[in-house]
């Protein structure tokens, strides 16, 4: 994932429709910066691929 991706994993959720959405709430462990750990774990959760296609 490049850095530039990670901002794309996040909105508002007062913008979104809840019943238009499925809406969780998560508690992850990480070392590192959490907001990039967040980012790959709903990556990896709806695309159920472990890395880039184009990499």
């Given at each position: 994932?490049?850095?530039?991706d990670?901002?794309?994993?996040?909105?508002?959720?007062?913008?979104?429709?809840?019943?238009?959405?499925?809406?969780?709430?998560?508690?992850i462990?990480?070392?590192?910066?959490?907001?990039?750990?967040?980012?790959?774990?709903?990556?990896e959760?709806?695309?159920?691929?472990?890395?880039?296609?184009?990499?």
């Amino acid at each position: 994932m490049r850095a530039s991706d990670i901002d794309g994993f996040y909105s508002d959720a007062c913008a979104l429709d809840p019943e238009a959405h499925l809406i969780l709430d998560y508690r992850i462990e990480c070392a590192g910066d959490p907001r990039v750990a967040a980012a790959h774990l709903c990556s990896e959760q709806s695309t159920a691929q472990w890395r880039r296609v184009d990499v």
